[in-house]
């Protein structure tokens, strides 16, 4: 009987693979070649996720311009905008679709993590991807259907963060069943750096549309990521052994702050793979979510995360507009669209050197919680300055929001990612390996929380009051950080003492 359940569960490679001829009789060989795969080709999956939802942040200037102000300078000549966004509430109206958008990805978050530890992750981003391209471009569709209804747009965000949650507890899962912990945080540092990416992307597609055809802001990163999601069904193995390539070696670095080698009994089941053992059967349960919070230091980073994707998602969603509403030309008119979706870039280019540099400096350490708080301190100033100094000039917001992105984005890309992984294969599962995708959705979800609230905040808060609003949001923003921080207070002690131990 046992063996013929081990036939039944014997994994298969991706449709697409199966039709094309061997790699390599190699074992090694083939082995490197797929995480050489693994490595890029997620990177792109999740990189098209975060394509698709920076478009609204482009979108936002042409949206809310208001044809009935007696002051449109803001906007410069071409001022069209699209209602119900460009009246005197167009910043609280954009500020509920990121809103709800976020709302619906925290909270399917947890049910995603949920399924993605029951599911073949293969098929289950795929169902992701295709609804999330269908529901970006369902905005644009509101071009052509002429619909101006707020509750349209509302039900489309809403089922669009549904689809996104699908994206990050799989890539997040399948990472970890690929890569070992030695340098995880170097190689997740890197391919974290996928969300800058798309988001440099997102912003390159919808500023070049933004202008005139704002529906195909939206629709074009639609087809992107609906495209890769049927590639992902046809090529993405998510673990091993479906390909028959070698296991990860890890080493054996308990990076959630316990020292001791993990037991035995993970060695096993992480020499077996996650998925399936070497034999194709199952090696353990999927974890459930109270058992997933009893892990130490996941409450804890989940509630720094929530502050910390706070600041992270207010750039992300509103860093367009408010360079176009500060930032003047050398005529002295302000920078139009297609510019100002350019400038936000460099946010996101400081975001991967972060990235990187925070995934170097904790494996190094080989303490966590020290290289996150480190850097969320340094982003304190950083913010406090971009406040004074970014609108001065077009060299100002490019260096000032580099450096942003820079503090910014590397504690948020470390703890979604290397930490994510390293708790979701902690000592305390007692080799369980099936708690990898609940884990980086409880993270994840409960920064989603946060990422909801900011964008919310900063509509209300820059539209409050036209002459102090923006520097209010600078002072939110700060104050998050300060709280992300304090919020590892416990880890960062505890760190420090293992650092002088072993000093």
């Given at each position: 009987m046992e063996d013929e359940l081990d036939v039944v569960m014997e994994p298969k490679p991706p449709l697409g693979i199966r039709c094309l001829p061997p790699v390599t009789d190699d074992v090694k060989k083939k082995s490197r070649l797929y995480r050489g795969f693994i490595l890029v080709f997620t990177f792109f999956i999740y990189a098209s996720y975060h394509l698709s939802r920076k478009a609204i942040s482009v979108v936002k200037n042409a949206w809310s311009c208001n044809q009935n102000s007696t002051d449109n300078s803001s906007y410069g000549t071409n001022c069209t905008g699209w209602?119900?966004?460009?009246?005197?509430?167009?910043?609280?109206?954009l500020g509920s679709l990121d809103t709800s958008f976020l709302i619906a990805y925290a909270v399917a978050m947890f049910f995603s993590g949920h399924l993605g530890d029951r599911m073949n992750l293969r098929y289950f981003l795929m169902i992701g991807m295709l609804g999330s391209g269908l529901f970006t471009a369902a905005l644009g569709f509101a071009h052509f259907l002429n619909i101006h209804v707020l509750a349209y747009f509302v039900v489309v965000q809403v089922l669009g963060g549904m689809f996104q949650s699908t994206g990050w507890p799989s890539v997040v899962a399948i990472m970890a069943n690929w890569f070992g912990r030695g340098n995880r945080g170097l190689i997740m540092g890197i391919w974290n750096s996928h969300t800058s990416v798309g988001?440099?992307?997102?912003?390159?597609?919808?500023?070049?549309?933004?202008?005139?055809?704002w529906q195909w802001s939206f629709i074009v990163p639609g087809l992107i990521i609906g495209s890769l999601g049927i590639l992902a069904a046809l090529f993405l193995p998510t673990d091993p052994s479906e390909v028959d390539a070698l296991p990860p070696n890890h080493h054996h670095h308990d990076f959630s702050g316990d020292t001791n080698p993990l037991i035995n009994a993970e060695r096993a089941s992480i020499s077996s793979g996650v998925s399936f053992?070497?034999?194709?059967?199952?090696?353990?349960?999927a974890v459930g979510l109270c058992k997933a919070l009893r892990i130490p230091g996941v409450v804890e980073y989940s509630v720094s995360l929530f502050f910390a994707k706070l600041v992270a998602y207010t750039f992300l969603y509103w860093l367009p507009f408010y360079i176009h509403?500060?930032?003047k030309d050398s005529a002295g008119n302000p920078v139009s669209k297609t510019m100002a979706a350019y400038f936000s870039t460099f946010f996101d280019i400081g975001g991967i050197v972060g990235s990187i540099a925070i995934g170097y400096l904790s494996d190094r350490l080989k303490l966590r919680g020290i290289a996150c708080v480190l850097m969320t301190v340094?982003?304190?100033?950083?913010?406090?300055?971009?406040?004074l100094y970014g609108g001065e000039s077009e060299?100002?917001?490019?260096?000032?929001?580099?450096?942003?992105?820079?503090?910014?984005?590397?504690?948020?890309?470390?703890?979604?990612t290397a930490v994510s992984a390293d708790l979701g294969t902690h000592k305390s599962l007692e080799g369980n390996e099936?708690?990898?995708?609940?884990?980086?959705?409880i993270i994840d979800g409960t920064g989603s929380i946060g990422a909801a609230v900011g964008p919310f905040l900063t509509g209300w808060v820059a539209g409050s009051d036209s002459e102090t609003g923006w520097k209010n949001v600078f002072y939110m923003l700060i104050a998050a950080s300060a709280l992300s921080g304090l919020l590892l207070?416990?880890?960062l002690v505890r760190d420090i003492r293992r650092l002088i131990k072993r000093c």
């Open positions: 209602k119900p966004f460009d009246g005197d509430h167009s910043k609280v109206y988001n440099i992307l997102g912003s390159l597609i919808a500023g070049y549309f933004v202008h005139f055809y053992t070497s034999t194709g059967s199952q090696s353990s349960r509403s500060t930032l340094l982003s304190i100033p950083a913010l406090f300055f971009y406040e060299k100002m917001t490019i260096v000032l929001s580099s450096i942003c992105g820079f503090f910014l984005n590397g504690p948020y890309a470390l703890v979604t099936k708690a990898k995708a609940m884990v980086a959705a207070t416990r880890i």
